[in-house]
């Protein structure tokens, strides 16, 4: 009754007032909650897609937190598009199931989609359309019309700095006020969980970190969950959990601290003109395996605990100070992270630019 | 705690409606490709046909440039409903209809809302092409607008059903082209636009007597000219010719729904 009474109220509150209402309510109703178990934002549970004959998803199971920024980091046919468009509803769920704010997607298809707000990676405004028409359509799309959607256009456009642009067609508009208006778009209906898919690919940098910029003020001040694919480490960066993603398999997930810490204490690169010889000699001499890229060695295979990690340098300049050019020691990137869980380098393939 | 949420379905109807005609007005180029091509084929084809060669079919007070004026009127309708479906396919994979593909849309609402945007372009530009009839003599009633107006909706919707059809599961634009001319022109081709059934060699005959088109053309022919007998009688061309399009319209519009419903599927 309570929440219902505040969810009446909200609805003639500006548009930032109102998520806070709604979170209000949600936070009261949790809180009367006897058995206090806060409802996962997303739940994949063993989840297998194939087309045709190709498997994009093998078994694939994950949960995202309510109010995270989530990332589906992988390299291109890893399966995070095809996860992304089981999300959005854009494919039809084969094996395993989801759940989207305690929603089934197989039952209950029109309320997750209402929870849903969707940003495409390719542009899904009309551009012979101006801003203000862009948003009208999409309000009505949600069964959002009258006063209530005039106010909801207007708080978005100003929350993301757009209001003086509403009169423009969106062809007009340069790349990064597009993606800003997509983002209006897909929050117009105030959904629960934003999806994003490769959000910055396509962006100049300036423009990529304006974005992050409203991405993680959305997140702070309005509790939104997001959750995006990217193929971009640095990227993945900016989520405070991600799930690392390769041939359709789910091979690592945490903060990106966090996994990185497990990759190791440190990655050492020594660069050497007998790279082969070399690791030969430190695989006798030391007992440690390294990998080989090019003329440099990396030698990140086998733990090093934190308190040796200079002993390590030392050992190795003086073994070997006749064959190392030059050594350096570096806490993992993700990229170590992925070279690690798959034997592979990291391969940062754009292929849309 | 909260109200069911159902997918909506007259305000998404209304808006893509909307939408297709606010787009298509402020594409001029579309504009002139959908009425200019046409007249254009009116004019060139009927004069240069019309002195060739005479279709021994033709009633001696028609000239040729009168008898091609109602299968123009089906080209524009025709040519209307490919160019409003034929962006189906590029919406689809990026563009504005993959927001409404995840939004919660009963699929019946996207088919009806494309399908009366189609419509109404096809009808509008139909119409203005009406007011070149007096140039072939002609003349406007108001039982002539009426028949006129009534089978013009009846075609439109049936040609927009059709081209969303076969656009839908098009991968590519390239595709379609295909189509409109291996399947699409022929139809109209053959619904006795050009030349009539009753002049045309046995087995054109045949396709031509299967063509739904035939039947819509000859139903558009008597809203023009209603001859000796009333076009409000259940056996007069006009009536046949608007329910053989309807049931054609129906079934596409019905085809259309399960395919867009097939996508949304979860």
Request: hydrophobic share 45%.
């Amino acid at each position: 009754m309570l929440a219902s009474c505040l969810a009446y109220k909200a609805q003639n509150l500006p548009y930032n007032q109102q998520i806070d209402a709604a979170l209000l309510v949600f936070r009261k109703f949790r809180s009367h909650n006897l058995f206090f178990m806060p409802t996962p934002a997303v739940t994949i549970e063993g989840v297998s897609y194939h087309y045709g004959e190709r498997r994009a998803l093998k078994n694939f199971s994950l949960e995202v937190e309510q109010g995270s920024i989530f990332g589906l980091l992988g390299p291109n046919g890893g399966g995070k598009t095809t996860l992304f468009k089981l999300l959005a509803t854009l494919l039809p769920l084969q094996d395993g199931n989801i759940t989207i704010d305690g929603h089934c997607l197989r039952t209950q298809g029109a309320q997750v989609r209402q929870q849903l707000g969707v940003v495409f990676q390719a542009p899904s405004l009309d551009k012979k359309l101006t801003v203000q028409e862009n948003l009208v359509h999409q309000g009505h799309l949600y069964g959002l019309r009258g006063e209530t959607l005039r106010k909801r256009i207007l708080g978005n456009l100003e929350l993301l700095q757009l209001a003086d642009r509403s009169k423009d067609l969106v062809e007009t508009l340069s790349g990064g006020l597009q993606r800003r208006v997509e983002l209006a778009k897909a929050l117009l209906h105030q959904p629960r969980l934003l999806l994003l898919d490769e959000p910055s690919t396509g962006l100049d940098p300036g423009v990529r970190m304006d974005l992050w910029n409203h991405l993680h003020s959305l997140n702070q001040s309005h509790g939104l969950t997001l959750l995006l694919t990217t193929h971009l480490l640095d990227e993945a960066e900016f989520c405070n959990r991600i799930a690392l993603l390769d041939a359709g398999e789910l091979i690592a997930e945490g903060s990106p601290d966090q996994l990185k810490k497990d990759a190791g204490a440190e990655t050492i690169r020594i660069e050497t003109s007998t790279p082969d010889l070399l690791a030969e000699s430190i695989r006798i001499k030391l007992q440690l395996e390294s990998s080989r890229d090019g003329r440099t060695l990396i030698l990140q295979n086998s733990p090093i605990p934190n308190s040796g990690r200079f002993a390590l340098l030392e050992n190795l300049t003086q073994n070997f100070s006749t064959e190392i050019d030059s050594i350096s020691a570096s806490r993992p990137s993700l990229e170590d992270v992925y070279r690690q869980k798959t034997g592979r380098a990291w391969k940062n393939t754009e292929v849309h630019s | 705690m909260s109200r069911p949420v159902i997918s909506h379905f007259w305000l998404p109807m209304i808006t893509l409606w909307k939408r297709e005609v606010v787009r298509f007005l402020r594409q001029k180029n579309r504009v002139i490709g959908a009425l200019a091509t046409p007249i254009l084929f009116w004019a060139l084809i009927g004069s240069g046909m019309g002195t060739a060669f005479r279709p021994p079919s033709l009633p001696v007070d028609q000239d040729y440039l009168e008898y091609f004026y109602p299968g123009t009127m089906l080209m524009i309708v025709l040519f209307t409903a490919i160019f409003s479906t034929i962006s189906i396919i590029e919406d689809r994979r990026e563009g504005f209809l993959q927001g409404v593909l995840v939004a919660p849309v009963s699929p019946f609402s996207i088919v009806l809302g494309k399908i009366l945007g189609g419509t109404t372009l096809a009808v509008g530009q139909s119409l203005l092409f009406y007011l070149l009839a007096p140039l072939v003599g002609l003349h406007f009633s108001f039982e002539g607008v009426f028949l006129v107006t009534v089978t013009l909706v009846v075609l439109s919707v049936a040609l927009t059903g059709l081209g969303y059809v076969i656009a839908w599961p098009m991968q590519s634009v390239q595709g379609f082209h295909a189509i409109m001319n291996l399947f699409l022109l022929p139809l109209w081709l053959l619904s006795g636009a050009l030349f009539a059934l009753e002049t045309a060699k046995g087995w054109i005959q045949w396709i031509m007597f299967m063509n739904p088109l035939t039947y819509g053309l000859r139903a558009l022919r008597q809203a023009f000219d209603p001859g000796p007998s009333s076009p409000f009688t259940w056996d007069s061309p006009w009536v046949v010719g608007n329910l053989v399009m309807l049931v054609a319209g129906m079934i596409l519009v019905a085809m259309a729904a399960s395919m867009t419903q097939r996508t949304f599927r979860t």
